[in-house]
């Protein structure tokens, strides 16, 4: 009789382990769901939140055209390259008017011009990325610090030949200019009425070339984008106004152009490209060209 008893409560202690074991499973496996949906939702979701502005771009974007915009091109590059860095884009400086040929020929994917367009500059459309002041240099040594619009024009015109004649020292003034197709020559003439009549010593294909040669001429005057002016040259204010952006951007300096991208209208510009053109011409880009020296027109 006793051992049947034993029996018995051996057996109902081992049914009783049995159920416990089964029911710590079924717990396992109830929770188990739960902590996976938890730790999932999160990256679900993080695909919604994501901006198609952020789309990476790949490829190479060829400019070519104004010297005076290389300052302008090279904090654009650089910037550029921070927020598309699988993309490249060359700058090659040799005049606007071969910015503009470029453009139309397809040799570019965008031309650079420090001008407008001209009447018969067909097939192609200009973007203006900023505005630029052309300084009138002289050496830092010359004691003329402001000249009129008409006095200019008299000097690159050789009417006026000596410094004396307008309060400076006497010497013989030597006029430096740019290359015919220059922007800045363009628009240097076209604002002081000047087209075709100027009397130039030396003409040079670039903006540095023509700072160089007045920096080292105590006698020469010459006309340069001012995002190019440095310390070895001295800006003349022009009937009392300083060439500043604010000067610029306001109106009140007279001699002043556009920076422009020159565009092909019957070809598509590359994704890449594209890309470069929209953010250059956007206030993104806005600080970057005013540290270059030149006046961003994006609000």
């Known amino acids: 009789m006793k051992k049947r008893t034993l029996a018995l409560m051996l057996s109902a202690a081992l ?4 159920l416990a074991g089964c029911g710590g499973g079924t717990t396992t496996t109830t929770e188990s769901p739960a902590a996976n949906t938890e730790s999932q939702a999160p990256a679900s979701e993080a695909p919604e939140s994501e901006s198609p502005a952020a789309e990476q771009l790949t490829g190479t974007v060829n400019t070519n055209g104004s010297t005076s915009m290389e300052s302008v091109m090279g904090y654009l590059t650089e910037g550029f390259a921070e927020v598309q860095p699988g993309i490249t884009v060359n700058y090659t400086g040799s005049g606007s008017g071969a910015g503009v040929t470029g453009a139309q020929d397809g ?6 011009a420090s001008r407008d367009l001209h009447d018969d500059e067909t097939g192609v459309t200009q973007i203006t990325v900023a505005k630029d002041g052309i300084a009138i240099i002289v050496n830092p040594n010359n004691p003329v610090a402001d000249l009129s619009i008409e006095q200019i024009a008299q000097i690159f015109t050789g009417e006026i030949t000596n410094w004396s004649e307008l309060g400076g020292e006497d010497g013989q003034i030597v006029p430096i200019g740019r290359e015919a ?9 076209s604002i002081t009425g000047t087209e075709d009549t100027c009397v130039y010593q030396n003409e040079l294909t670039s903006t540095g070339e023509v700072i160089a040669n007045v920096a080292s001429n105590p006698n020469a005057i010459g006309y340069a984008s001012l995002s190019a002016v440095d310390e070895t040259v001295k800006a003349l204010t022009v009937g009392g106004v300083a060439p500043t952006e604010e000067t610029v951007l306001d109106g009140t300096y007279a001699i002043q152009r556009n920076f422009n991208f020159i565009i092909n209208e019957s070809t598509e510009l590359s994704p890449a490209a594209q890309a470069f053109v929209d953010w250059a011409t956007s206030t993104d880009a806005a600080d970057l060209i005013a540290s270059a020296g030149a006046v961003p027109v994006a609000e």
Not at 15 to 18: L, N, S, W
Not at 181 to 189: K, Q
């Open 15 to 18: 049914c009783v382990g049995m």
């Open 107 to 112: 040799t570019c994917d965008i031309g650079l």
């Open 181 to 189: 197709g220059s922007g800045t020559r363009d628009g240097f003439e």
